[in-house]
C-alpha cells in the first residue's frame, strides 16, 4: 500500500545548487500536484499535471520546473537553489474528479543554506 | 477567487473537551469541502469531505456540515483525545471554475489536547 511516495525526505543545498525531489504514486492516478508548506501558512500549488506529457503553472512556480513523462512519477525541478526555497515540499495526485480526495507524500524537508 | 479562510490557531483544549474549528470559503461555482489532517512529521490526511449543500461528513468522531447559506464548514468534535492532536486545514475544489482538480487550502489551525 505504497500511494504516494517521496524522496529524499530531508536534504541541505547550499545556495545556486540544483536538485530534483522525486514524487512517484502507484493508484494510477492521471492528477498529480506538487505544493510547499512555509512555517504557519497553508500549501501554496507550485505546479500540477493532468495526465502524461501535460504539466501547468500553479500559485507559485517561480525557481521550479516540472515533468512528466509517465503517469506514475512527477519530479520537481530546483534550478539555482535560494534560501527563500527553504520549505517543506509535498507531492499529491487524484483521480482529478472534484469529490474525490488528493493523496499526499510525507513530504521532503528541504534547507536552502 | 476562490479563498478558505480558517480560525487562528494554536488551540489548546483538555482531554474531553469539545472541538469547534471554524472555516469559512467563497467559491465562484460549486465546490467541494474537505478537511484535511496532518500529525507531525507525516503528510495531509483526508480527514472528510462534502460535495454538495447540507451534506454533513463525518469521520472518527469528527463532523462538518457544508452550509451554502454561510459559506462555512465548520469542524467540531464532542470529546477530543491527546491523540487528536495534529494541524487541521480547511480546502475546497471547484471543477466548474478550477481546471485541474485542485485544491484550495486555509491556512491551517493547530490543535494540542493536554492530558
Known amino acids: 500500500n505504497a500511494g504516494v511516495t517521496q524522496t529524499p525526505k530531508f536534504r541541505i543545498l547550499k545556495i545556486g545548487q540544483s536538485m530534483t525531489l522525486q514524487c512517484t504514486q502507484d493508484m494510477n492516478h492521471n492528477y498529480m500536484y506538487w505544493y510547499r508548506q512555509d512555517p504557519g501558512m497553508g500549501l501554496k500549488l507550485i505546479y500540477y499535471?493532468?495526465?502524461?506529457?501535460?504539466?501547468d503553472k500553479g500559485e507559485v512556480p517561480n525557481g521550479y520546473n516540472v515533468s512528466r513523462s509517465t503517469t506514475e512519477d512527477f519530479p520537481l525541478r530546483l534550478e539555482l537553489a535560494a534560501p527563500s526555497q527553504t520549505s517543506v515540499y509535498f507531492c499529491?495526485?487524484?483521480?482529478?474528479?472534484?469529490?474525490?480526495?488528493?493523496?499526499f507524500g510525507d513530504g521532503t524537508r528541504l534547507s536552502i543554506l | 477567487g476562490d479563498s478558505v479562510t480558517q480560525m487562528e490557531g494554536p488551540v489548546t483544549l483538555s482531554e474531553e473537551a469539545f472541538l469547534t474549528i471554524n472555516c469559512t470559503y467563497t467559491a465562484t461555482g460549486y465546490p467541494s469541502l474537505f478537511w484535511y489532517v496532518q500529525y507531525p512529521g507525516e503528510g495531509l490526511q483526508l480527514l472528510l469531505k462534502a460535495t454538495k449543500a447540507d451534506d454533513k461528513g463525518s469521520n472518527k468522531g469528527f463532523e462538518a456540515t457544508y452550509r451554502k447559506e454561510t459559506t462555512s464548514f465548520h469542524l467540531e468534535k464532542g470529546s477530543v483525545q491527546v491523540s487528536d492532536s495534529a494541524v487541521y486545514f480547511c480546502?475546497?475544489?471547484?471543477?466548474?471554475?478550477?481546471?485541474?482538480?485542485?485544491?484550495?487550502f486555509g491556512q491551517g489551525t493547530e490543535l494540542s489536547v493536554k492530558p
Open positions: 480546502a475546497l475544489s471547484d471543477l466548474w471554475y478550477n481546471q485541474g482538480g485542485k485544491l484550495i
Open positions: 499535471s493532468v495526465g502524461a506529457g501535460i504539466t
Open positions: 499529491a495526485s487524484s483521480s482529478g474528479t472534484a469529490n474525490q480526495p488528493q493523496h
